[in-house]
């Protein structure tokens, strides 16, 4: 049977797509199309014939084998082979060869836009908002020729993505899903705070400041810990820069969300103090570091700035640490403590009154 298999293997060949490959899916497509037509061999093959443009189904039938003592069962023996290329199959053949070779190019641009993109997993990229009227839960983003998702879960409550506008987003995953590749970004990822700063802040690339931990609640707070690793350097004057301009160009990009640097200790007193900036916490207790516990002690009239609007400084600072933190009154504390003192002190008097009278 006739098939312009020279023209196929060029096509494939522009693609990227190498002869074997494309031999073994068409072989397989032709058995598949020809198991379904009628009187079809269960014994089949496919011969290919480049040269002279043609391919043949060759088939074997069955032939029945006598039973005997020691084999009441045998399986049937296999006939010689004849050609079973039916006399009607070239549309068909036609019109698969089209299927695997359209099947064969998608497999191909695939395994390309995985390829460029496998590597850019965890990375900051910059694309362009596409709108998408059949999918108005996710933003696609293209970048270059390949769109990416932004899904509804990754992107900041209260922004506006506008069709056009260039945006900087974290690449979240990239997959190989049911419709093809599948590059899923994030605009409120913590990670593409970190992202944005190691591209203002050259003390981040060298080494010499790390970010040791980061808490986000995207659109409204970021916190963020640092550490120097270099002597003499400032961490936190690293990633705020000159005149502010480093932190400034990050909040450029993320629209009206703060961002506090703290800075980051192992000593989880000394953390917990600092990550409840920008109020100043007076003493810190740690009540279990098993459970990682802490009460940090404020003055009454910083109370309201170390617990936030609705508790989000105490909240960031609870993520930021990896502790949960209790807020109370220094001065409540202090007059505590005091009470306590003098009850200890009336006991004590009291005992060394009774010690004297016996």
Do not use: C
């Not at 074997?60 to 399986?75: F, L, Q, S």
């Not at 593409?192 to 400041?209: C, M, N």
Request: hydrophobic share 40%; glycine share 8%; aromatic share 4%.
């Amino acid at each position: 049977m006739e098939l312009d298999l020279t023209g196929i293997h060029q096509l494939a060949a522009e693609q990227g797509i190498d002869s074997a490959t494309l031999d073994d899916a068409l072989t397989e497509a032709l058995l598949l199309a020809y198991s379904k037509t009628l009187h079809a061999s269960p014994h089949a093959r496919v011969e290919l014939d480049e040269r002279a443009g043609t391919f043949t189904i060759w088939a074997r039938d069955e032939k029945p084998v006598a039973p005997t003592e020691d084999n009441p069962h045998p399986r049937p023996e296999l006939g010689e082979e004849y050609d079973d290329t039916p006399d009607d199959f070239g549309r068909l053949a036609a019109s698969t060869a089209r299927q695997v070779i359209r099947q064969l190019f998608r497999d191909a641009e695939d395994e390309r836009v995985l390829g460029a993109f496998a590597g850019q997993k965890g990375n900051l990229i910059t694309g362009v908002v596409q709108q998408d009227s059949k999918d108005s839960d996710n933003v696609h983003v293209a970048v270059g020729d390949v769109e990416a998702i932004l899904p509804r879960r990754e992107q900041v409550p209260g922004e506006r993505y506008r069709h056009g506008e260039r945006l900087r987003v974290y690449v979240v995953t990239v997959s190989r899903g049911l419709k093809g590749p599948e590059i899923v970004v994030s605009r409120s990822h913590p990670e593409l705070v970190r992202k944005l700063f190691e591209r203002e802040v050259p003390e981040l690339v060298s080494g010499a400041v790390s970010i040791m931990a980061i808490a986000r609640e995207a659109g409204a707070r970021t916190k963020i810990a640092v550490r120097a690793n270099t002597e003499g350097v400032n961490p936190k004057g690293a990633l705020i820069g000159p005149g502010g301009t480093r932190v400034r160009a990050v909040m450029e990009n993320l629209g009206s969300e703060k961002i506090d640097i703290v800075d980051w200790s192992k000593d989880p007193a000394k953390f917990v103090a600092a990550a409840l900036s920008p109020a100043v916490a007076t003493g810190v207790d740690i009540v279990s570091e098993k459970n990682k516990t802490a009460v940090a002690y404020i003055h009454d009239d910083q109370l309201s700035l170390a617990i936030g609007k609705e508790g989000q400084n105490a909240r960031l600072a609870a993520k930021l640490t990896g502790w949960k933190i209790g807020i109370e009154s220094s001065q409540t504390h202090d007059a505590k403590v005091k009470a306590e003192k003098a009850q200890v002190s009336i006991a004590e008097q009291t005992q060394d009154s009774a010690v004297d009278q016996g």
